[in-house]
């Protein structure tokens, strides 16, 4: 967050669509930086947010279920498990997202090492470890995204749609971020939490946002 000049969330948005064209379409990213203290596990925020309008990304959904769901993208077994240990079937490429059912965590918890550090293990929070898994598939498909904050830094940085999004449906979902995050604030944190907020676009540059720190 180098930029001393802040915008309002309209105003970073017309500046990143008047930057240099690019032959991909960008994904436009936000950073927020946060007060407060990571190593208390009562600071710690881990929330999913559906954006409005959507991330404008595809996102592939492996399901390991006792049902059948054809809208996802892999339905897996026990045995895919093995292959994901095994690097026959991969994470980030064969698939983005897992989702399960409580009793399948044991056998999902094989593949821990490999799907940890990825921070694909399913989990609760994040609406991945559930027993309704048509939801769950349903709003990954709208456009769900996790706000986490780092493991060792109070930063939180998510995605908010691409480039391409018109002026209206970016603003929206930049606005839903912030909003999740007022509406998540620990209760032992101060209320003027947020020190900075930041947008860019995939190799562009960073425009600090205009805020209320509420």
Not at 61 to 74: F, N, T
């Amino acid at each position: 967050m180098t930029n001393t000049t802040s915008y309002t969330i309209e105003e970073a948005i017309k500046l990143m669509k008047e930057e240099k064209k690019r032959n991909f379409d960008p994904t436009v990213e936000i950073h927020i930086n946060l007060d407060l203290d990571v190593k208390q596990a009562n600071q710690q925020l881990r929330y999913t947010v559906v954006l409005p309008k959507g991330t404008g990304k595809k996102v592939k959904i492996a399901v390991l279920s006792i049902g059948k769901y054809p809208e996802a993208d892999i339905e897996l077994s026990e045995q895919d498990i093995q292959k994901i240990e095994t690097g026959s079937l991969k994470p980030k490429v064969d698939f983005d997202v897992i989702i399960t059912e409580p009793g399948f965590m044991p056998k999902i918890a094989k593949a821990a090492k490999i799907l940890g550090p990825l921070g694909m293990m399913p989990n609760p929070k994040t609406g991945t470890v559930t027993n309704n898994i048509a939801l769950a598939i349903e709003e990954v498909k709208k456009g769900k995204v996790e706000v986490r904050t780092e493991k060792d830094a109070p930063l939180v940085h998510t995605i908010v749609g691409k480039l391409s999004f018109s002026e209206a449906d970016l603003t929206e979902n930049i606005s839903s971020v912030i909003s999740s995050l007022k509406a998540n604030r620990p209760s032992k944190v101060k209320p003027d939490w947020i020190k900075g907020i930041a947008v860019c676009s995939s190799m562009g540059r960073s425009y600090q946002l205009k805020f209320s720190g509420e």
